[in-house]
């Protein structure tokens, strides 16, 4: 990225085009910004996007995919997450403005775009709570603690979801330290289990991994894109609250620079220590890291019997028991801390007329939108019911749906946010950019077509798993890509991601609709 001397402008309020800076939002969402307070510094920005990048929820899915998930690692690596890093870098300092990708695809696309993408990003963090973190916590307690039978698991359910509800709604002052812990658990709990991996190799060695399946295929590329990319992103979801920071300008980019290498080193690491640990055939998308923390954890007392049951005992229990709650916690702050970024966002599009305007009320006890955080809530405690009663408990299938409509709903904002970037450029060429994407013209739309053409093929092989395999002579069948919960029920899959995605369509017309008072009160 290159670099031009941040000015400390940050507290300024913004101008409107013909000034040549970022132009304000309505006179709705002017009134509510003095609500907000500046408690954010960059430490707390770098560890806000740790915990928000390292997400604890899709490394038993990668691992699961064998070496080559790590090699396919490595090439998104350079072909998405360099991109996309620098993208937003160049965003977010450039439009440091409340509600970060609403702002940027107002200022590229219009309101109502602007509307309907928002909406997407926005319910994606109740699917995302309410589905696949919330089966993960309730599968490691009963894995480490005790079983939850009947309405107990979803009297955990609500539990794990209200907890999170509860830490989203506090001030800036109070909320910031939930991503702190989260970004210092995984740390330790990652750690910790690198080092045990370490023990566990010394004391029984580990499985030995042929160079040959490390070679990168296009099956697995199909099977791991989703998740791979999924881990990459929530670099703009400090830029929602851009206004509540000390010096967004400087904070944002150096933050990602420095996240994003911490992530790649905290995500590898525990993979491929799953990888040397568990035999392939009993790794799962769900369990994978679980699993192989309770064999690890063995080295401090316990046993794997001959049919890979494994019993913790004395210190070996007492650490699974730890690890297991610095997991959940790892959890629940995932979703905390995106909640906190994209509930900003939607606070912020509801002010402005893209949504109904008493969502876009800044609590002045606490300056964050508690009524959108209430409304998420609710949200995710009734997907958690709902689907816990189509799938009928079945948490592989539980899981393999919401994970996958998280990705979908996130990524399909992306495809119209991403963009913003080359058209920003072209409507706002005076804007002050302290940090650029490197390459001028060129670089900018090399970086722009890496990041929105991956995601928006992400999209496609999520709502039909294995698109492409088969396909001029290349091995393999579209139906072994279904997730295997699913497996040869290829319409029960599409229509778990498809029908909730018309749904949120039309949740975002009618909020648009709803914001037309709003919208009245600027002609």
Known sequence: MSHTPATPETSAPLTTPASAATPDLSEGWTEQRGRLRKE??????????????????????????????????????????LPYGLLVAELGS?????????????????????????????ISNPVWVGGSLCIIALTTWEQFFTP????????????????????????????????IAGALARIVLLGFFLVSVVVYAVQNGVHTLPASEFAP????????????????VGFELPSSAAEEMRNPRRDIPLSILRSGLASLVLYGGPILGILFVLPSERIGSLGGFIDACKAV??????????????????????FGGIAAAGLIIGL?????????????????ACADGAGPAWLGTISEKHGTPVRVNLLSAVLASVLLVVALNLTEGDGEKYFAAGLGLTICTTFISYVITFPSLLVLRRKYPDTPRPYTVPGGRLGAWTVTVLATGLVAF????????????????????????????????????????????????????????????TRRTER
């Open 40 to 81: 954010l510094r960059r430490f707390d920005v770098l560890l806000f996007l740790i915990c928000t990048l390292v997400g604890l929820d899709t490394i038993g899915s990668v691992a699961a995919q064998g070496p080559e998930g790590l090699t396919w690692m490595a090439v998104l690596a350079l072909l998405f997450f």
């Open 458 to 517: 992400t999209v496609v092989v999520l709502i039909w798993p294995g698109f492409g395999v088969g396909w001029f002579g290349t091995d393999g069948s579209p139906a072994d890509s279904l997730p295997a919960a699913f497996a040869g029920q290829r319409t029960a899959y599409t229509l778990s991601q498809v029908v909730p995605l018309m749904l949120i369509a039309v949740i975002g017309l009618v909020f648009y609709a709803l914001g037309a008072k």
């Open 94 to 122: 450039a439009f440091p403005v409340q509600g970060g990708p609403y702002v940027w695809t107002r200022l590229a696309f219009g309101r109502l775009t602007a509307g309907l993408n928002q909406i997407l990003y926005w």
């Open 297 to 318: 954890f063995t080295v401090y007392g316990g046993s794997i019997a001959a049919d890979g049951t494994v019993t913790l005992t004395g210190a070996g229990a007492v």
């Open 332 to 348: 629940l702050t995932s979703g905390v801390t995106w909640a906190m970024g994209a509930h900003r966002a939607q606070a912020v």
């Open 148 to 179: 939850l039978p009947g309405l107990w698991k979803y009297a955990a359910g609500l539990v794990f979801i209200w907890g999170g509800a509860l830490a989203v709604v506090q001030s800036v002052r109070v909320g910031k330290w939930v991503p």
């Open 217 to 232: 295929t296009y099956v697995g590329f199909v099977a791991l894109v989703p998740v791979l990319i999924f881990n990459y």
